[in-house]
DNA sequence: GCCGTTTTCGGCCCGACTGTTTTCAGTCG
């Protein structure tokens, strides 16, 4: 389809965004839901699993929640001609510099709007500089509905806009929140302490840090929390909530609460928004308010709220089970928890095996190669309580080396590892490591393997991967991976989008296709759990296994250390809904033998 | 503008904190 030009999801939710600010200036109070229909478009966008414009190529936009009719067929026109001329209309009479500066925290249509008026930026090329300019100035303070306060806010809130990554990486994020929650325990006034948010229902990436304190001293805890020895500054502190800012720009927001109502409290900011909305309006049909305090129960006139020490005891009261954090998405976790049907998802315990890890056998590469001996690797395998890992080291470099170089190379790695696992067998006292022979296999650009078939037939089976070429078009980039997957003895599609959080997109790839060619063919796609890559995403996983397709957990060691990492690609095997059956390496160690040997 | 297990009309989640405005608006989550 011939299109003006590509236009991403952050596009259009930013013109959602703009499109809700523009009603909101012009007449809030008659548009009052319209602005809340487009914010809640804008959201939407945002968080949605695929391009909206593949799903407009599909004519499927309209089954995005939040996107009716008006809006499709408007977007439509964005997609074919680069505008709309009715969200032309909406955005008319107010100058793109007021959509800039909402780009600042703290700052949202009105301010925006006063600001631009005020300093007359309707023409500034670069709004954002304009205004630190008329701060310092002191121009801003003297401005109406402005004043000292204001002026030193904005160019703390520039400050931040530049300098400050917006997403942290989980670990990142939970090293802190643990940090923090450590502190403040050695305070006896502090009872229970967790991380909330999104980072509580770990999600790939964590934004602000939010937290929760159960005590019978808010103020007390509030005080010790503000004085924080890392922080750099308290951005607010009043009587229930404060937030304070570590270096690196990270936000911290705590909330206390009383034991009695700690649960309500724990659910209330756990979230996600969208899970929190939903659940509301479900409990409106039931005549009940929720919020951070508890339940409100109308009953004609009478007006009681229940109190609620667990999170349990919470959702019970609504008549459904415990959801758990990392499927609070509105994602039809609540229909289901109604029904009392959720998956029992997989825990870190479950997991048997390693599937991706790289050792310091010299496999010549040119890629990089691991640090841990093979013994180091199995000793750290038993404690995880694992029964068996899977060597995948990257295949020697295609330039560097004849056939026959690489035939003798992998042949060497294959006795040491085959004289490792005879002399585990006869080691009658312990629990031992199998170890598979497998390798990391770059797909070449036409969708070739890197090694010849007599290299593929020395190893127990192989994992492929993208290391080049990431930009291909969408059916190119498809064909060449299911290629490369069809060579038997290749099993498992390794970290499959290449993405890097914060860094690089994942490649494209038509998912379903993908999908539906590993339930036929026996093939398994990896959940890496190296925490900047979380590849397959969340939202990818939930889409494969409902067709049915299996999944592998790989930490992609390069140190035996690394091989901890395997909670945070468990995490992102429960945001997919994945029970321990829906994983190959939950399997005993014969039982994932015959998976590997079916053809 | 969106949406539907009381609805195709008439609803649309709830509350904290800050600054400036002497009673509330704006922003955020």
Known sequence: ????????????????????????????????????????????????????????????????????????????????????????????????????????????????????????????????SSLEKACKEGKVSSLEGFGQESQKDLLLAIDEFRRF??????????????????????????????????????????????????????????????????????IEKGDKTASILLPGGVQVDLMVGNPVLFGSLLQHFTGSKHHNIKLREYAIKKNMSLSEYGIKVKEGSNETTKKFATEKSFYNFLSMEFIP????????????????????????????????????????????????????????ALELGYEYVALTDHNPSVSNHKEKDVLNILKKRREKIEEYNYSAKNNKNNRVIFIFNSLEIDILQDGELAISDAALNLLDFALVSIHSSFRQEKKTATKRVLTALSHPKVKIFAHPTGRLLNQREGIELDWNEIFDFCVKNNKILEINADPARLDLPDFLVREGVARGVKFSLGTDSHHKDHMDNMRWGVSVARRGWLKSDDIVNCLKLEDFKKVIQQS
């Open 1 to 128: 389809m011939k299109t003006h030009k590509e236009v991403t999801n952050l596009e259009i939710s930013e013109l959602f965004r703009a499109l809700a600010a523009s009603l909101e200036l012009k007449n809030e109070k008659s548009n009052k839901f319209r602005i809340i229909a487009y914010e809640r478009a804008a959201d939407a966008v945002e968080h949605l699993s695929s391009e909206a414009k593949d799903l407009w190529d599909e004519g499927k936009l309209e089954e995005i929640p939040g996107i009716g009719k008006s809006m499709a067929e408007s977007l439509g026109e964005v997609f074919k001609k680069g505008t709309s001329s009715h969200f032309d209309e909406i955005l008319k009479g107010i100058p793109p510099s007021v959509f800039k500066l909402m780009q600042l925290p703290r700052v949202g249509a009105k301010t925006a709007s006063k600001l631009v008026h005020f300093l007359s930026l309707e023409h500034s090329k670069d709004p954002i």
């Open 165 to 234: 990554v917006k997403r942290h990486l989980l670990p990142y994020a939970s090293n802190l929140a643990d940090e923090i929650i450590s502190w403040m325990k050695e305070d006896k006034s502090v009872l229970e302490a967790y991380a909330l948010g999104s980072l509580r229902r770990m999600a790939s990436t964590v934004g602000d840090i939010d937290m929760a304190i159960s005590t019978n001293e808010p103020q007390k805890v509030l005080s010790r929390f503000t004085q924080y020895p890392k922080k750099t500054r308290i």
């Open 325 to 380: 954090p990392e499927l609070r998405e509105d994602a039809g976790e609540i229909e289901l928890a109604i029904e009392d049907k959720l998956p029992k998802l997989i825990e870190v315990a479950d997991v048997l095996g390693d599937l991706q890890i790289h050792s310091n056998f010299d496999t010549q590469t040119s890629h990089d190669v691991g640090e841990s001996s093979i013994s180091e690797i199995s000793k750290k």
